[in-house]
């Protein structure tokens, strides 16, 4: 027996998998399509390990799916396989609902007829584990309680309404089928192999190489950061006790103001790799005009998954991203392999009006 995991090659799916065999020694099954954001550099350390197979595939393939399902005796899959960046997603909504949509469509339907045909000792310990977003729940204001697994979906921007549309496949497919399927909604993951599109390793790339530190808006937007070991430790927990039929939210209970990260990840910098003429990082930060319907807050209750399964994270946002910018200082090289090709076509395409010329 074995598990599969869709988007094994990404920043969250990555941790996953190392985190999964350092913990187990039940080998799993990596399914990838190696899209900009994929990268097996993430998994250099597993090179000859026979409990990691992997293998560069599409999710929507129904026939591929199907037949790893059941040459390696699958009993859970656990599907971060998605279009991630909301900007992306603003300039080319498409491509959102191709993978995250159909894509989780096909997916549900090789892992029902895998279940179906599984004994029933086996149908009843499958789980299909689907690893979604906090984005689902809309914006919350100032002074509204975080978001809990019953808050109504109001997705905003089409990468938030793709996910939302996956989620809704994999309660159907639960609800119409019986397979058992459980949904887990994330804060703002952050920490290392994190592709530079996002905030944190955006600043934190730029800014050693000098250049501006663009902060959409007045960087009042609120998030909940979730440093992404304690999401993965999350997950294995779901995997191994969560109810089928049910949601969890995985929150790292730290609301931040994307400013206020921004400044702690130039304190950090200051610290541990201060500027040659020791003024600090922070006065590289520049205001860029807001994105379309950027959301002004989230933030994720995470009591029920403490509650059910005793989960809550171990890190701080200061520990965390302390460990993150250290591992990001120690693995330059993985730096500047990512931040070649689409990295900085997407980056010159989102922000060069806005940035001067370097």
């Not at 499958?126 to 109001?154: K, Q």
């Amino acid at each position: 027996m074995t598990i599969l995991v869709t988007g094994g090659a990404g920043f969250i799916g990555s941790n996953f998998v190392l985190d999964w065999l350092a913990c187990h020694d039940e080998p799993l099954v990596n399914l990838d399509a190696l899209t900009y954001a994929g990268n097996l550099e993430n998994l250099a350390s597993l090179e000859g390990d026979p409990r990691h197979v992997f293998v560069h595939g599409d999710i929507a393939d129904r026939d591929l799916v199907r037949s790893l399902l059941e040459r390696h005796r699958v009993r859970a899959v656990v599907h971060f396989a998605a279009e991630s960046h909301v900007d992306r997603s603003i300039h080319g909504p498409e491509a959102f609902a191709r993978t995250n949509v159909l894509g989780t469509l096909r997916l549900l339907e090789a892992a029902r007829a895998h279940w179906e045909g599984l004994p029933e000792t086996e149908r009843s310990a499958f789980r299909f584990v689907n690893v979604s977003t906090d984005e689902v729940y809309g914006s919350l204001g100032p002074d509204d309680p975080p978001f809990t697994e019953t808050t109504p979906y109001a997705p905003n921007s089409p990468y938030a309404a793709s996910k939302a549309g996956a989620d809704h496949f994999v309660r159907a497919f639960h609800h119409t089928y019986g397979l058992p399927t459980i949904t887990t909604n994330c804060s703002n993951n952050y920490g290392p192999y994190q592709f530079p599109e996002k905030l944190i390793p955006l600043c934190l790339t730029r800014a050693l190489a000098g250049e501006p530190l663009p902060i959409y808006g007045d960087g009042q937007q609120v998030r909940d950061w979730l440093y992404v070991g304690d999401h993965t430790a999350a997950l294995r927990r779901v995997l191994e006790a969560g109810r089928a039929g049910q949601t969890y939210n995985i929150g790292g209970w730290n609301e931040r103001t994307n400013l206020e990260v921004v400044h702690t990840l130039c304190r950090w910098l200051d610290a541990l790799a201060p500027r040659a003429d020791g003024r600090s990082y922070a006065e590289q930060i520049i205001f860029v005009t807001d994105r379309p319907g950027h959301d002004r807050r989230y933030a994720i209750d995470a009591r029920k998954i403490e509650r059910e399964l005793g989960w809550r994270p171990a890190e701080t946002f200061d520990t965390g991203i302390e460990k993150t910018v250290r591992w990001y200082l120690t693995h330059r090289d993985w730096v500047e392999h990512v931040t070649s090709g689409a990295y900085r076509e997407w980056l010159s395409r989102h922000y060069g009006a806005a940035l001067p010329a370097q």
